[in-house]
């Protein structure tokens, strides 16, 4: 999916059935609430306090499409 030439990207096609995909998201639940989910790069390493060590690693919201026809996910994480 590459943006147009406004800058939008284009909603997808699903590509198991190519029915139409709505923007969404999944849901990550925490100790009080929710949180919108996010990619972080490299292994998830274990930390006593927090659960995951995230000191000094890239992350990028994770945006998620789901298909109206067969419900097939697909998440993208791009920058931003």
Do not use: N
Request: aromatic share 8%.
């Amino acid at each position: 999916m590459s943006p147009d030439a406004r800058g939008a990207v284009p909603e997808p096609t699903c590509p198991k059935c190519g029915g139409a995909m709505e923007r969404g998201f999944v849901v990550d639940h925490t100790h009080g609430g929710f949180a919108k989910p996010e990619w972080a790069e490299g292994r998830a390493e274990p930390s006593v306090w927090t659960g995951i060590r995230m000191s000094g690693k890239a992350r990028h919201p994770v945006e998620t499409f789901r298909c109206v026809q067969c419900g097939y996910l697909e998440s993208y994480a791009r920058p931003g």
